[in-house]
C-alpha cells in the first residue's frame, strides 16, 4: 500500500481508539484493553479489506465478520461507527440500559454485527459455519474471526478448528489476538496456549504470524490467506494490550475496567496528540 493510504488507516486506527476510550468511559464499565489491541486490524478489514456495504447491511454477498472474543465490543462498535452503519456519537451511549450497544455484540440490534457472541470459545464455531455456507454456495463471501488467546484455551475452538480444515474451508480467516494477558493475568499463568501457530498447523491450518499493528504485515497476511486454497488460514498477531494509551499498555488490570475523568482525559491527550502525528507526517 502507499503511503498516503498507510496514513489514512493509522488516523482511523487512532479514532478507533478514540471510540473505545469514549464508550468505557461514558459506560463506566467494559473491557478496553482487549478493544485497543484489535483496533488495527478492525480497521484493515472494514476500510480495505471486507465486501461490505453501511447503506445495505445484509447483503447476501458481504464478507462476514464475527467478534468471536465479544467483550471488545467497544472497539467493533468504534469501527462500525466510523465506517457509516450508525452515529459515531452513540458511542457514548455504550451499556446504557436504553442502548442498542450492549456490552456484547447483539446482531438483532446493532447494523453491521453478523452474529451475537460473548461467550468465548463459541463465536468461531459460528463462523466456521458461515464459511461452510459460503463454500456450499461457490464460495459466495469470506468470513473473518478474532479470537483472543485466552479464548483458545477453550476446548470449543479446536473443535470447530478440526472441522474447518475437514471441510477444506478457505474462505474462513481466523486471527488471534495475542497480546499474552487474559483477566487472570498472562495466559502462561492461566493455561499456556503456545505454541499458538504449531497447534493450528496441526490441526490443518495455515498459519502466519504478523506483528498486529503494522499494517504492512496485515496486508500481506490477508492476501496470503486468499491465495491459499484447499486449507482456512489462522492468523497469529502479536499485540499489545491497550495499545495506543501509555498508561493502559501491556497491564492486565486494564482488561475489564473502564477510565475514570482523570484518566479519560489523560488517554484522550494522548490519542489526539498521537492523529496531529500521523497527520503531519
Not at 483496533?39 to 472494514?46: F, G
Not at 451475537?116 to 454456495?137: C, D, E, F, I, P
Not at 461457490?138 to 479464548?151: A, M
Request: with cysteine; glycine share 8%.
Amino acid at each position: 500500500m502507499d503511503k498516503a493510504e498507510k496514513k489514512q488507516l493509522k488516523k482511523i486506527a487512532c479514532n478507533v481508539r478514540k471510540g473505545v476510550i469514549e464508550g468505557t468511559f461514558n459506560a463506566k464499565s467494559g473491557h478496553p484493553g482487549g478493544s485497543l489491541s484489535i483496533a488495527d486490524i478492525l480497521t484493515y478489514l472494514y476500510f480495505k479489506e471486507m465486501n461490505i456495504d453501511p447503506k445495505d447491511p445484509h447483503k447476501a454477498d458481504r464478507d462476514r465478520f464475527v467478534l468471536s472474543k465479544g467483550h471488545a465490543a467497544p472497539a467493533l462498535y468504534a469501527v462500525l461507527a466510523e465506517r457509516g452503519f450508525f452515529p459515531v456519537d452513540d458511542l457514548k451511549t455504550l451499556r446504557k440500559s436504553d442502548s442498542y450497544l450492549q456490552g456484547h455484540p447483539n446482531m438483532n440490534y446493532v447494523p453491521g454485527v453478523d452474529m451475537s457472541t460473548g461467550s468465548l470459545g463459541q463465536g468461531v464455531s459460528a463462523a466456521v459455519g458461515m464459511a461452510l455456507a459460503s463454500k456450499r454456495g461457490g464460495d459466495l463471501f469470506r468470513v473473518y474471526t478474532i479470537l483472543g488467546d485466552g479464548e483458545i484455551q477453550e476446548g470449543q475452538v479446536w473443535e470447530a478448528a478440526m472441522f474447518a480444515a475437514a471441510k477444506k474451508l478457505d474462505t474462513l480467516t481466523v486471527i488471534v489476538d495475542n497480546n499474552n494477558l487474559q483477566i487472570d493475568g498472562t495466559v502462561e499463568e492461566v493455561n499456556s496456549p503456545y505454541p499458538i501457530p504449531e497447534k493450528f498447523a496441526a490441526f490443518g491450518f495455515n498459519t502466519i504470524e504478523i506483528c498486529g499493528h503494522c499494517f504492512d504485515e496485515i496486508e500481506n497476511a490477508l492476501e496470503n490467506a486468499k491465495s491459499v486454497k484447499g486449507k482456512p488460514t489462522a492468523i497469529i498477531m502479536k499485540t499489545v494490550k491497550g495499545k495506543g494509551v501509555s498508561f493502559m499498555e501491556n497491564k492486565v488490570n486494564w482488561h475489564g475496567s473502564a477510565p475514570n475523568k482523570e484518566q479519560y482525559d489523560e488517554a484522550m491527550a494522548e490519542l489526539n496528540a498521537a492523529a496531529a502525528a500521523i497527520d503531519a507526517e
